[in-house]
């Protein structure tokens, strides 16, 4: 996602309340299976069973059937039967309390200027959910892979007050290429109580212009608390390595392996249940379609394959990839990742699990196209993606402009891709008026 600068970096927030979301400060316990995906008896629909009074049936409460749909997020108990069909589905999907943005829209206004340099082709951007007035901010080149932390408070507002340091990790290269960002729950915690779950850092390297295979990686890291004095204490921007690392190698359905899209927005469920990412395209007039691709459920770290990743003698990384047998993935800071058939003849140094964390494959369904958002033909192709906090809503960014678009159900991306969005801009991201 490109924005333009304009004296250093500007960051202009479109701080656009989007209705039955949350605003940045406030906060609720999203239930266990908030964005994850109903897990469907064999023979009939969960939307059946509902309808047919089964919700507090003993196999489908012990077989963790039918959870979103009978509204039992909170763990095994039975359900209210009473009422109407849709609001006992929805019963997990709470309306949102006071606090929340129910107003709609307002304007875009300009929040800050960041200092600092470190910013210079400023991509993807996304509000701290463990940390009051802090953005995370990354570049869209082949520079440093770092991850930027930018006051929005205090004496050191508009400064970098933090950097957080990826360059270590498994798939990293010279040609690494941050494309956007997310902050939502870290991925495999189902097993933990709500209030025990930590949040993550969601960074895409999801694709590249050419579509050519340099890999595609989504990295997640555990946001660091940084504590309120990072707003007012002397700067100190030394990079620091990411804490409980994963490493994501996607596999895009319809592209050849190791290969991906062009693709620069990705969009995570708040829960880190599941992801999607949307191809950047201005084909047929700028009309597109763009392909979506959707992640399967995050819920169950034993249900990755892992890959077994060793440092090499010049401090990059070789990995035997559990997905492709005698098949080792060679990722050098300096130089490329390559993929390679045969033990590597380098000398192997450690392991040093510590540092690279969990590396594992994962397979990207192809769920639809759906059409770009009007605009100029040169300026419709999809660069960011946001999903609100309730499942709702989702937000398109393309270089006409912001739209929204009404999933049919919470967060069902699939049931929104031919739909009409809002459009929510009257100028082009370039600053410029839109014309007709």
Request: hydrophobic residues 35%.
């Amino acid at each position: 996602m490109k924005s333009p600068t304009v004296l250093g970096v500007l960051v202009t927030l479109a701080l656009l309340a989007i209705p039955g979301s949350l605003a940045l400060e406030d906060e609720i316990a999203l239930p266990q299976c908030r964005g994850s995906r109903d897990e469907e008896p064999a023979e009939y629909t969960c939307l059946e069973q509902v309808k047919w009074g089964k919700c507090n049936e003993t196999w489908v409460i012990e077989g963790n059937y039918c959870e979103e749909a009978c509204g039992r997020c909170e763990g095994r108990a039975a359900v209210p039967t009473s009422g109407p069909l849709e609001t006992r589905a929805r019963s997990a999907l709470e309306e949102p309390p006071s606090s929340a943005c129910l107003s709609g829209y307002g304007p875009p206004e300009t929040a800050l200027y960041v200092k600092g340099g470190l910013l210079e082709e400023e991509s993807g951007i996304a509000a701290s959910r463990a940390n009051e007035g802090i953005l995370w901010l990354h570049n869209d080149n082949y520079d440093k892979k770092h991850v930027i932390a930018v006051s929005v408070l205090g004496p050191n507002a508009g400064n970098i007050v933090y950097v957080l340091d990826l360059e270590g990790l498994p798939g990293i290269n010279r040609y690494s290429d941050f494309e956007d960002i997310s902050v939502a729950r870290c991925p495999f915690q189902s097993d933990r109580p709500e209030a025990e779950r930590t949040w993550c850092v969601w960074v895409g390297d999801v694709g590249n212009n050419a579509e050519w295979d340099k890999g595609t990686f989504m990295y997640v890291v555990e946001e660091p608390i940084l504590g309120s004095s990072i707003h007012t204490s002397p700067i100190d921007r030394t990079p620091r390595p990411p804490t409980n690392p994963i490493t994501l190698r996607l596999d895009y359905e319809g592209y050849g392996y190791f290969k991906g899209p062009n693709v620069e927005a990705i969009a995570v469920a708040p829960d880190g249940s599941r992801f999607w990412a949307f191809r950047k395209t201005t084909s047929h007039g700028g009309a597109g379609p763009a392909a979506v691709w959707e992640s399967p459920t995050l819920t169950d770290r034993s249900a990755l394959q892992e890959d077994d990743c060793r440092m090499i003698a010049n401090s990059s990384w070789s990995c035997a990839l559990s997905d492709r047998p005698n098949q080792f993935l060679i990722s050098q800071k300096y130089g490329q990742a390559i993929l390679v058939g045969g033990q590597p003849a380098f000398s192997v140094r450690s392991r040093d699990s510590a540092r690279m964390g969990v590396s594992a494959p994962l397979r990207l369904q192809k769920i639809g196209s759906m059409p770009n958002p009007l605009g100029p033909k040169d300026k419709r192709n999809i660069s960011g993606a946001d999903l609100s906090l309730d499942g709702r809503a989702l937000l398109i960014a393309t270089y006409a402009g912001i739209f929204e678009y009404s999933l049919p159900e919470p967060f069902d991306v699939r049931g929104a891709l031919g739909s009409t969005p809002v459009e929510l801009t009257t100028t082009n991201r370039d600053g410029s008026l839109k014309m007709g």
